[in-house]
């Protein structure tokens, strides 16, 4: 009797999760489906969920770790709010993630795994692949494990190594699913193994294709589909890039673009620890950076590196600001270059350490002693933070000022496509030393920045004073004179104030109902949400993003003005609301959220369409 060959359906749009113990390979299994979609030409979003344990006990709820993909043809600005496919390669893998299915939903489960005692670590009575707890979704079920230690009989690889190997097979089904070629995983695969370990190369490769195989030939799906190009990207040369990554391109380009050297003083730190990893394979560009012993070496090293005429940098997560509170304030008083990147988790204490949040956005503001201001921006997708390095170490020299650069642990770790940029089209920064001793001061100032002089160390007739003392204008003398210290105050405020940064932008009708007022990695979420809002209700639903939170952009209280509603999603409790309340004495409403989650679509459309009710 002939079989009948699945149907390949076009799609616009899908969202994919894998999901496992922490050992299962599930983010290399998610970064090589995004790699691969991306090489397709598709728009992507990721989401990498990882597990807050180092290594929980295998099987158990805490271990889980989990990767969501939306790929598409159509504009994707979010990981999805529901998989279309959940991935799970054991029950607590199934447990996790069940309460985020959709009815209808496909659930592809490693049936190998569902035995008795991975069900109790579980919490499962009774197996959930054959009790009905999954009626209502479309469950298909593979024996990854066996299909693995199949296809790898004879290979020389003992137990446990060929049980590494089933995630390839979960990705050579999915690979099947959604129409995706081999050829790009199998070079990752060759490049990770052939030099060192050829017999692991060519044992995953072997299960990546018996993946495929298996998928096709045992008819799993009734229908496999095809997602065709993004034709709404701008063409050129893309690549796919994480938040962190992109930062550290953005310092190197930077530094070029100032002709300074790079200096990055860190002291490792969930989830910012990726900026010193990626920092420390670039040397051949003149990157020097230093592990330090604790967050207050690693300010400190950043301080004196901009003292000897480097990009000073240093970057750490909302405890490690706590503690170089004190040594940004040195940078403040000492008028030096210093940028500090914030990636964002939750809090507070060690609180959440894989899990993001926006709650630091007051801390670095206002939390250091004595009128203390500094410049912050924040990055609102992954490739954004690409060009926001850029434009905050522009600020940080141009202004000789702190600036701290906030993302999270969302932007950091997900990816997106990032137009390669044309180097020469990137303005050069402009950096000037004092070199004249004749009537040298450490403190003059350029009359338009306020920026004061930048003397190197070591310079013959240019030696000055330093410290956290306060300095009198001008000389940079020790003052203990009032006045001066008043004037300082304000002059330093001032220094912020007059960084020349664009103007807000709003995404829709430039006036009406409602505008949903955000900043970081809400912006997604946001824009998504506003434009299901106006495609499918005709609501007047805009969309605000501020990328430069001190100083804010000049126009924003008269965007703020030309709406009815001003709604301010967080993920905190109100940082953002509070500010834009006191400043511009609108009548904003917050949307919080601190979960260790980005908003989904779905919440956002829900509470918009509420106030809307509301409004009429």
Same mark, same amino acid.
């Given at each position: 009797?002939?079989?009948?060959?699945?149907?390949? @359906?076009?799609?616009?749009?899908?969202?994919? @999760?894998?999901?496992?113990?922490?050992?299962?390979?599930?983010?290399?299994?998610?970064?090589?489906?995004? =790699?691969?979609?991306?090489?397709?030409?598709?728009?992507?979003?990721?989401?990498?969920?990882?597990?807050?344990?180092?290594?929980?006990?295998?099987?158990?709820?805490?271990?889980?770790?989990?990767?969501?993909?939306?790929?598409?043809?159509?504009?994707?600005?979010?990981?999805?709010?529901?998989?279309?496919?959940?991935?799970?390669?054991?029950?607590?893998?199934?447990?996790?993630?069940?309460?985020?299915?959709?009815?209808?939903?496909?659930?592809?489960?490693?049936?190998?795994?569902?035995?008795?005692?991975?069900?109790?670590?579980?919490?499962?009575?009774?197996?959930?692949?054959?009790?009905?707890?999954?009626?209502?979704?479309?469950?298909?079920?593979?024996?990854?494990?066996?299909?693995?230690?199949?296809?790898?009989?004879?290979?020389?690889?003992?137990?446990? /190594?060929?049980?590494?190997?089933?995630?390839?097979?979960?990705?050579?089904?999915?690979?099947?699913?959604?129409?995706?070629?081999?050829?790009?995983?199998?070079?990752?695969?060759?490049?990770?193994?052939?030099? &060192?370990?050829?017999?692991?190369?060519?044992?995953?490769?072997?299960?990546?294709?018996?993946?495929?195989?298996?998928?096709?030939?045992?008819?799993?799906?009734?229908?496999?589909?095809?997602?065709?190009?993004? $034709?709404?990207?701008?063409?050129?040369?893309?690549?796919?890039?994480?938040?962190?990554?992109?930062?550290?391109?953005?310092?190197?380009?930077?530094?070029?673009?100032?002709?300074?050297?790079?200096?990055?003083?860190?002291?490792?730190? *969930?989830?910012?620890?990726?900026?010193?990893?990626?920092?420390?394979?670039? &040397?051949?560009?003149?990157?020097? *950076?230093?592990?330090?012993?604790?967050?207050?070496?690693?300010?400190?090293?950043?301080?004196?590196?901009?003292?000897?005429?480097?990009? +000073?940098?240093?970057?750490?997560?909302?405890?490690?600001?706590?503690?170089?509170?004190?040594?940004?304030?040195?940078?403040?008083?000492?008028?030096?270059?210093?940028?500090?990147?914030?990636?964002?988790?939750?809090?507070?204490?060690?609180?959440?350490?894989?899990?993001? /949040?926006?709650?630091?956005?007051?801390?670095?503001?206002?939390?250091?002693?004595?009128?203390?201001?500094?410049?912050?921006?924040?990055?609102?997708?992954?490739?954004?933070?690409? $060009?926001?390095?850029?434009?905050?170490?522009?600020?940080?020299? =141009?202004?000789?000022?702190?600036?701290?650069?906030?993302?999270?642990?969302?932007?950091?770790? +997900?990816?997106?496509?990032? %137009?390669?940029?044309?180097?020469?089209?990137?303005?050069?920064?402009?950096?000037?030393?004092?070199?004249?001793?004749?009537?040298?001061?450490?403190?003059?100032?350029?009359?338009?920045?306020?920026?004061?002089?930048?003397?190197?160390?070591? $310079?013959?007739?240019?030696?000055?004073?330093?410290?956290?003392? /306060?300095?009198?204008?001008?000389?940079?003398?020790?003052?203990?004179?009032?006045?001066?210290?008043?004037?300082?105050?304000?002059?330093?405020?001032?220094?912020?104030?007059?960084?020349?940064?664009?103007?807000?932008?709003?995404?829709?009708?430039?006036?009406?109902?409602? %505008?949903?007022?955000?900043?970081?990695?809400?912006?997604?979420?946001?824009? *998504?949400?506003?434009?299901?809002?106006?495609?499918?209700? +005709?609501?007047?639903?805009?969309?605000?993003?501020?990328?430069?939170?001190?100083?804010?952009?000049?126009?924003?209280?008269?965007?703020?003005? @030309?709406?009815?509603?001003?709604?301010?999603?967080?993920?905190?409790?109100?940082?953002?609301?509070?500010?834009?309340?006191?400043?511009?004495?609108?009548?904003? /409403?917050?949307?919080?959220?601190?979960?260790?989650?980005?908003?989904?679509?779905?919440?956002?459309?829900?509470?918009?369409?509420?106030?809307?009710?509301?409004? &009429?």
């Amino acid at each position: 009797m002939a079989t009948m060959t699945p149907e390949l @359906r076009e799609s616009t749009r899908a969202t994919v @999760r894998f999901a496992g113990d922490s050992g299962d390979g599930m983010q290399v299994t998610g970064g090589q489906f995004t =790699t691969t979609s991306a090489m397709l030409g598709n728009d992507v979003a990721t989401f990498p969920d990882f597990p807050a344990e180092i290594r929980a006990p295998t099987g158990t709820l805490p271990g889980v770790s989990g990767f969501q993909i939306q790929f598409g043809s159509i504009d994707i600005h979010t990981p999805g709010d529901t998989p279309d496919v959940l991935v799970v390669m054991n029950p607590a893998a199934l447990k996790v993630n069940l309460k985020d299915m959709e009815p209808g939903a496909t659930i592809v489960a490693n049936e190998n795994n569902f035995i008795e005692a991975n069900l109790k670590k579980a919490g499962y009575v009774t197996n959930p692949l054959d009790d009905g707890t999954l009626s209502r979704f479309r469950v298909v079920k593979v024996p990854l494990s066996d299909l693995t230690r199949a296809a790898l009989e004879g290979s020389g690889l003992d137990t446990a /190594e060929v049980e590494r190997c089933k995630n390839f097979l979960a990705l050579g089904v999915m690979f099947w699913l959604y129409d995706r070629p081999l050829e790009g995983t199998i070079q990752f695969i060759n490049d990770k193994f052939r030099k &060192k370990a050829p017999q692991y190369a060519d044992a995953n490769i072997k299960v990546l294709q018996a993946g495929w195989s298996f998928a096709e030939t045992c008819e799993l799906f009734p229908a496999h589909y095809s997602i065709k190009k993004a $034709t709404h990207l701008p063409p050129g040369q893309y690549r796919q890039i994480s938040g962190n990554e992109a930062i550290a391109l953005g310092l190197v380009t930077a530094a070029k673009k100032a002709g300074i050297g790079l200096f990055y003083g860190s002291y490792p730190i *969930t989830p910012a620890s990726d900026i010193l990893h990626h920092l420390s394979a670039l &040397k051949h560009y003149g990157v020097v *950076t230093f592990q330090a012993e604790d967050e207050i070496a690693a300010v400190g090293s950043a301080i004196g590196a901009a003292y000897a005429g480097l990009l +000073g940098v240093t970057g750490t997560s909302g405890p490690g600001v706590c503690l170089k509170a004190e040594a940004v304030g040195l940078a403040v008083m000492t008028e030096l270059p210093l940028l500090i990147f914030d990636i964002q988790r939750g809090g507070p204490s060690t609180g959440l350490p894989t899990k993001t /949040e926006q709650s630091d956005l007051l801390q670095v503001l206002f939390g250091r002693n004595g009128e203390c201001p500094v410049g912050v921006v924040a990055a609102a997708t992954p490739s954004e933070c690409f $060009t926001l390095t850029i434009e905050a170490a522009r600020l940080a020299l =141009t202004h000789r000022v702190p600036v701290f650069v906030l993302s999270d642990g969302f932007i950091a770790n +997900g990816a997106e496509p990032w %137009l390669l940029p044309d180097p020469d089209k990137i303005p050069p920064i402009k950096v000037e030393f004092a070199t004249d001793p004749n009537g040298f001061q450490s403190y003059k100032r350029d009359p338009e920045t306020l920026g004061r002089a930048w003397a190197l160390p070591g $310079t013959p007739g240019l030696e000055h004073r330093i410290g956290g003392l /306060e300095k009198q204008d001008g000389t940079g003398n020790i003052s203990y004179d009032p006045d001066n210290h008043h004037h300082m105050v304000k002059l330093r405020a001032e220094k912020i104030a007059r960084m020349k940064v664009p103007d807000a932008e709003v995404v829709g009708p430039q006036s009406g109902d409602i %505008l949903l007022l955000g900043w970081g990695c809400t912006y997604g979420a946001s824009l *998504t949400a506003a434009e299901q809002l106006r495609t499918e209700d +005709g609501a007047s639903v805009s969309v605000c993003q501020i990328r430069y939170m001190n100083p804010f952009p000049k126009n924003l209280g008269d965007i703020l003005k @030309r709406f009815k509603k001003v709604l301010v999603p967080e993920l905190n409790l109100g940082q953002l609301l509070l500010l834009v309340r006191s400043k511009y004495l609108v009548d904003a /409403e917050g949307v919080n959220k601190v979960a260790g989650r980005p908003f989904q679509v779905g919440e956002l459309v829900k509470i918009v369409r509420e106030k809307l009710k509301v409004m &009429k």
